[in-house]
């Protein structure tokens, strides 16, 4: 569209009306001007946000673990990193295991690095400088995952390629419409340049100067406006896609929980059930327990530090709840640590689903400590702790009677985790495959309890009625997700829950079918829920995926829009999202959906409005022209018109608020046209009405002035007066133009600021020198507010018409 004006002041040039081709050029500087501010606004906008997810870490600093502000590092803090942080600082490491990190932007090398606390001579090159990380590359994370981000594709949201679309279309129309026009009159005998003259003037009455600017200027709006409900897109485009969405995959922990895990219950190997209520309970001093209590202080990454004054937790929920529980019973955390030093790790992957420690006792000798998924500990383990200290081959029937177990924990919507101890007879520093694989012997099961947030199942169940679908992609057990799922509300009866290594060969089109009749998906893997996402997708849903780890980072960036956790969240993942939640709340997720949704609609406010403008406009020209009567407006009046009626109007209806029936609609098909059918034909209505208006001024203007400068004055205003009449209509195609007359203050501004502007334009002698215009007389105006108020009127009966005939044909069906 800018382009056809671009060639349009051009031609304007070439036929030596400099005056016009001047006043093109000034409009497209204009519209840069305000494109390019907006953007820049919306820039500032989005990296003020992003300040307000300041990045923080872990470090030990005067031996006291504490989280501080990447910013107020200093010399001499000891990092501590996990899996999917971002490196906050030049660091030499003192202690790893399977560290891997991404130092593309460093190095040039594509693939993750290997780190090791090795020492490598002083004039190594990066690329072999182990046991140094470095701030500025990308996220710290494990290679596999790192890949399957690298290669999922972002999906243009529908809004960018509707707009492109609609761009095209207007100037191939407005081209054959201008061509059409041209030939015609040059045909009947005006002259060639007349007519090239006429056809520039057609093509800037039928382009909407201010589209572009006014649409990034609501997004803008948009992204400040979700900021203050604490959802802060890292895109623009994001805004409009949420409103877009059909289904959420959300991560339970956290999201749809609140990621406060207790302990609640333990079943030992020698069979004892022993509920823990306050951090107190009935076995304080088992000495199994006390095992159990054990292997889960050591196989863990948590730690008790201080916030302030008073000692606080940090680490994942999962292991503080094991410390917590420790610390309270029987157990110094400290002391158990110092007894018994971590040798060796191999952390929680989601492919393994399990943790593994080395340490060394006091008397020399060491051992293992494992916890993890139930059913991948139970595989490597070949004994159980009996009764009385003893130890027990782990035949079938132990085995069926500790996955019975599990199954009962899990139905009751408990996390479970299972743990285990391996002793060594000589030492050793470090894991080989047949330490970890086989010989532990099993302890026990811990179950925790990790609530549903308050409001999650209201916001579940107005997202249903939205239309749109919950769908919870869990780590977890399938009988603790589906627990969970039932507590929330998921689905329409009992939740439909498939485990992940069902889908194991499974085909993709199954896979879609599956997926959109399927409430949970139970220890999926990163893999899974990108194929997962990518089935939905394939099914024409639109996807928004929640989640806060590194093994989320791959749905996050494929999904349609990826919505990472601002609070809990890692780097990884909110890197690869679109939007991050400022508060981990799914209800913000709702409110976001229902902001995105208003901006469409308001965007297809003034899309609605632009179009009837200039479509009138179009037809008013183009029937002048046919009747042989004199040209209506000038190039550089259709020009004028269109920055004052189009650009102020179409900010105050990207401005309305919300309506009251957004989310009882279910959400538009993404594939569908921002112009749709019934939007055209009441675009090409409208714009006729307008059209008739502004000429039956114009013909009482000649017979009144005559052909010149007045009648064209009181064409010109009569055409803007219908329009801002118009403006009016446009809030709403179903209710009245004067429902909630006051809810939006800005449309009674934009009026006024037209107003003002065309006094200007007529009162404004050097204006009005350049425009043509001249001044009116009292019944010119008369005239004009009959312009204004005839449309309201006419839209108001064929929107009352049109209800009346939608209830006579519901009373009929029923």
């Known amino acids: 569209m800018i382009a056809l004006l671009a060639v349009a002041a051009l031609v304007a040039w070439a036929t030596s009306d400099v005056i016009e081709a001047t006043a093109i050029i000034v409009v497209l500087l204009i519209n840069a001007l305000v494109g390019f501010i907006t953007e820049w606004q919306a820039g500032r906008a989005l990296d003020a946000l992003r300040r307000q997810t300041r990045m923080t870490t872990r470090v030990r600093r005067d031996g006291i673990e504490i989280t501080v502000d990447a910013e107020n590092l200093v010399p001499g803090d000891i990092i501590v990193l996990n899996a999917g942080d971002r490196i906050p600082a030049d660091a030499r490491l003192l202690e790893c295991y399977s560290l891997q990190t991404e130092e593309s932007a460093l190095t040039g090398e594509s693939t993750p690095v290997d780190k090791a606390i090795e020492e490598v001579p002083e004039e190594a090159p990066l690329s072999e400088r182990r046991p140094i990380v470095y701030l500025g590359t990308a996220q710290t994370e494990l290679g596999r995952v790192g890949r399957l981000v690298a290669t999922a594709l972002k999906e243009r949201s529908p809004l960018e390629i509707h707009l492109t679309q609609l761009g095209h279309r207007l ?294 009625n939205a239309g749109i679908r919950t769908v919870m992609l869990t780590g977890d057990q399938l009988n603790t997700g589906r627990a969970i799922a039932r507590e929330l509300g998921l689905g329409t009866g009992e939740p439909h829950a498939v485990q992940a290594h069902d889908l194991v060969g499974m085909d993709q089109g199954h896979l879609a079918e599956l997926a959109r009749t399927t409430d949970v998906f139970a220890r999926v893997t990163p893999e899974d829920k990108l194929r997962i996402v990518e089935a939905l997708q394939q099914a024409d849903e639109v996807v928004a995926v929640t989640g806060d780890g590194v093994n989320d980072a791959p749905a996050l960036k494929r999904a349609n829009i990826g919505i990472a956790m601002g609070k809990r969240g890692t780097e990884v993942a909110k890197e690869a999202a679109d939007v991050v939640l400022a508060d981990d709340n799914f209800e913000t997720i709702v409110g976001a959906i229902e902001g995105g949704r208003t901006i469409y609609a308001n965007i297809t406010k003034f899309v609605h409005m632009m179009f009837s403008h200039n479509l009138g406009e179009v037809l008013m020209i183009f029937t002048a022209i046919v009747l042989g009567w004199p040209l209506p407006l000038l190039p550089l009046q259709i020009l004028w018109m269109n920055l004052v009626t189009d650009v102020f109007p179409a900010l105050a209806l990207a401005l309305e608020p919300p309506s009251p029936a957004v989310m009882k609609q279910r959400p538009r098909d993404p594939s569908a046209s921002l112009l749709s059918k019934n939007l055209l034909i009441l675009v090409g209505w409208q714009a006729m009405m307008i059209a008739s208006l502004a000429l039956a001024a114009y013909v009482w203007a000649l017979r009144m002035y005559g052909p010149g400068a007045h009648a064209r004055t009181v064409a010109l205003f009569a055409i803007i007066g219908a ?75 064929s929107k009352a018409t049109a209800k009346r005939t939608v209830s006579s044909v519901e009373a009929k069906s029923i």
């Open 171 to 464: 100037v191939y129309i407005v081209l054959a419409i201008a061509f059409v026009v041209m030939i015609a009159g040059w045909l009947r005998g005006d002259g060639l340049w007349t007519m090239i003259e006429v056809a520039i003037s057609l093509a800037v009455a039928a382009v909407p100067e201010g589209l572009p600017a006014v649409t990034t200027l609501t997004l803008a709006l948009g992204v400040l406006r979700m900021a203050k409900q604490k959802a802060i897109m890292r895109r623009l485009s994001a805004v409009e896609t949420l409103g877009s969405t059909t289904v959420i995959c959300a991560d339970k922990t956290g999201t749809l929980t609140e990621n406060r895990m207790t302990v609640r219950e333990y079943y030992l190997a020698d069979g004892q059930r022993i509920e823990v209520e306050g951090g107190e309970c009935s076995a304080a001093g088992d000495t199994l327990l006390q095992q159990a209590l054990r292997i889960g202080v050591l196989c863990n990454e948590a730690v008790i530090g201080v916030k302030g004054k008073e000692e606080s937790t940090l680490g994942d929920p999962t292991e503080t709840a094991l410390l917590v529980v420790a610390d309270a019973l029987v157990l110094n955390v400290s002391q158990e640590r110092a007894m018994h030093p971590k040798l060796a790790e191999q952390p929680f992957q989601a492919s393994t689903k399990r943790m593994t420690t080395l340490h060394r006792r006091i008397n020399g000798q060491h051992f293992a400590a494992l916890k993890g998924a139930p059913s991948v500990v139970l595989e490597v383990c070949s004994h159980y702790a009996g009764a009385s200290d003893s130890i027990r081959p782990l035949d079938a029937e132990a085995r069926a009677r500790f996955t019975a177990a599990n199954e009962q924990m899990a139905d009751r919507a408990l996390r479970v985790l299972a743990l285990a101890v391996k002793h060594f007879t000589a030492q050793v520093d470090n894991f080989s495959d047949e330490d970890v694989e086989s010989g532990f012997t099993f302890l026990g099961l811990v179950g925790m309890i990790d609530p549903p947030r308050p409001g999650v199942a209201g916001a579940i169940r107005s997202a249903r």
């Open 723 to 797: 329009q801002v009449g118009h403006m009016f209509n446009c809030r709403s195609r179903t209710r009245s133009a004067l429902a909630g007359l006051f809810r939006n203050p800005f449309i009674w501004a934009a009026t006024l600021i037209v107003i003002l502007l065309q006094f200007l334009a007529i009162y404004f002698s050097p204006l009005a020198i350049v425009l043509g215009t001249t001044r009116l007389a009292e019944i010119d105006w008369m005239v004009i507010g009959f312009c204004v108020v005839v449309p309201v009127i006419v839209v108001e009966i």
